[in-house]
């Protein structure tokens, strides 16, 4: 559910099962100003909502296209709960941005296909810098904020 200024708000105790739970984030460093503010909200959330810090396991990755693979190395060395892929992938002047963003949405939706646990779409999709920062916490939110909720929802259907 959003909300009117269109970030997603819930009350964090509702997520009594969440000190049980281990999250895996994948982080790109492309845009590395807004991937590290999208990671702070997502952290600072999980820990928010009861996640323990040890159980929060971080890995960087050169780019957003990247994020599926790191996403499956992730997956073969840890037992998860979830896993959170945050990226930033900026319109340009090319199609290059087309092939990314269409790949990496399908590279994680496949994730949620095959592997046991869910993957969160965190990957920004702006048309340029000033959209970025909007959803870094500006009048946007914080889009880590919500693949965090995201998480710790999905995460619960795997419980059940």
Request: charged share 20%; aromatic share 6%; with cysteine.
């Amino acid at each position: 559910m959003a909300s009117q200024d269109n970030t997603l708000k819930v009350d964090l105790k509702q997520f009594d099962y969440a000190k049980d739970l281990k999250i895996g984030i994948v982080k790109a460093e492309w845009a590395l100003d807004i991937t590290s503010e999208l990671e702070k909200g997502c952290i600072d959330t999980l820990e928010e909502a009861g996640v323990i810090a040890a159980n929060i396991s971080t890995i960087n990755v050169p780019g957003s296209f990247e994020l599926v693979s790191g996403a499956m190395h992730l997956s073969r060395v840890k037992r998860l709960d979830a896993i959170i892929c945050l990226g930033c992938i900026i319109q340009g002047e090319t199609r290059h941005f087309e092939f990314i963003s269409n790949a990496v949405a399908n590279g994680i939706m496949n994730l949620n296909i095959n592997l046991n646990y869910p993957v969160i779409f965190g990957v920004l999709t702006p048309d340029n810098m000033e959209q970025a920062i909007d959803r870094i916490g500006g009048k946007q939110g914080n889009k880590g904020v919500e693949a965090a909720i995201s998480a710790l929802k999905m995460a619960k259907y795997k419980q059940q």
